[in-house]
């Protein structure tokens, strides 16, 4: 087997006395596109200074392409950032804002103009090199941050929340487009968002980060199919979650047999996965909200709150309205984990 491309050795992070990050080991390949994935305030962007070389790790040491870098500079580890606020030069234009990082390192202006039209063409500018970042718009201007790192040839390129800015519409575009430019140029990079669906629809694998410690690592298959604990499957949306034991779920409010057979520890059901209309249980409509598609129930029921989300195509229930419903076998994920 080669040797992992990135490769974190129990690096301990911290500011001051406080440990954000204690002892996280990871690896990559060249090539991979990773989501670091994980609420607020769980060690995301301390994780990318450290790779950056814009913070020092208390202990432990970070490798890139076979080379241990833990002491290196950050203007020497050949790693391209982009973050939230992408900072653009307001004053140049498109194309010297992309050459910008190229005439510092002081290349041949041949080679200058070649490599940012390059990089201006594979993220679609290049019909728009001589417009200011005031002239394009929030998508454009993304896209432009996003030639001016990759026309660096970074070894790896870091991005921390880069969609968040956007609004819904540019978010779904800028992510088609972040995975194209990603399989054609194959640069390995690490993307950080707090939003499950961004990392699911992204990478070839999701490192779930809970107070600065990896929950789960796996693809996005994996972490949505088979969430490991009750913290990785609340984050990718089962959102009815109960413990149970000698086959008796128990809730908030209460507890309900079960009526199949089950290991103790935890049950999960997606609200897609929970039947209303039909089954042992008793609930009433406390509120239901139309999504278009489909309905979106939050029911009151013995063991507490139930949230289920049908088809509009279905009969439809009132708040307050009482209803049947089941947690079937067949839509349920069992979590040894305890917590
Ligand atoms: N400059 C700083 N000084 C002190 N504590 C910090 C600093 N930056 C982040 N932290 C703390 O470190 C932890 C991890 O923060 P951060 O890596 O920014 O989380 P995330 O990017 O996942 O939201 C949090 O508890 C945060 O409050
Ligand atoms: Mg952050």
Redesign the pocket.
């Known amino acids: 087997m080669s040797s992992p491309y990135i490769l974190l050795k129990d690096l301990t992070l911290a ?2 006395d ?1 440990v ?1 990050v204690p002892k996280l080991n990871f690896s990559c390949d060249k090539g991979e596109l990773i989501a670091l994935l ?1 609420p ?8 990318m200074r450290s790779i950056a070389g814009l913070l020092a790790p208390q202990s432990g040491q970070i490798y890139i392409d076979g080379k241990d870098v833990t002491n290196v500079p950050a203007n020497k580890r050949e790693i391209g950032l982009m973050f939230q606020s992408y900072a653009l030069f307001p004053h140049l234009s498109g194309f010297e804002n992309v050459a910008f990082g190229l005439r510092i390192k002081k290349l041949p202006e041949a080679e200058i103009v070649e490599k940012t039209n390059k990089g201006l063409d594979t993220v679609g500018l290049l019909h728009l090199a001589n417009r200011k970042p005031s002239e394009m718009s929030g998508g454009q201007q993304q896209r432009l941050a996003l030639a001016r790192s990759m026309v660096m040839e970074p070894k790896v390129l870091l991005l921390d929340e880069p969609l968040s800015n956007l609004d819904a519409r540019l978010r779904l575009e800028m992510r088609a487009e972040l995975q194209r430019v990603q399989r054609e140029t194959g640069i390995t990079m690490i993307f ?1 968002t707090h939003d499950q669906s961004e990392a699911l629809a992204l990478a070839d694998r999701i490192v779930l ?1 809970k107070d ?1 410690l990896i929950e789960q690592i796996g693809t996005p298959d994996e972490l949505y199919n088979k969430p490991t604990s009750v913290f990785a499957a609340d984050f990718l949306g089962f959102e009815n979650i109960f413990e149970v034991s000698n086959n008796v779920i128990i809730g908030d409010a209460g507890k309900m047999s079960l009526d199949f057979k089950s290991e103790s520890g935890h049950l999960a059901w997606r609200p897609s996965g929970v039947k209303i209309g039909q089954g042992k249980y008793k609930a009433v409509v406390k509120s239901v909200a139309f999504a278009g598609e489909r309905r979106e129930y939050v029911l009151d029921a013995e063991i507490g709150v139930i949230m289920a989300d049908v088809s509009a195509q279905k009969k439809s229930y009132k708040i307050g309205e009482s209803l049947a419903f089941d947690l079937p076998k067949s839509e349920a994920h069992f979590i040894e984990q305890a917590s």
Do not use: D, L, N
């Not at 607020?40 to 994780?47: N, P, R, Y």
């Open positions: 500011y001051g406080m954000a994980g607020s305030g769980c060690g995301k962007t301390t994780t950080v980060m600065g």
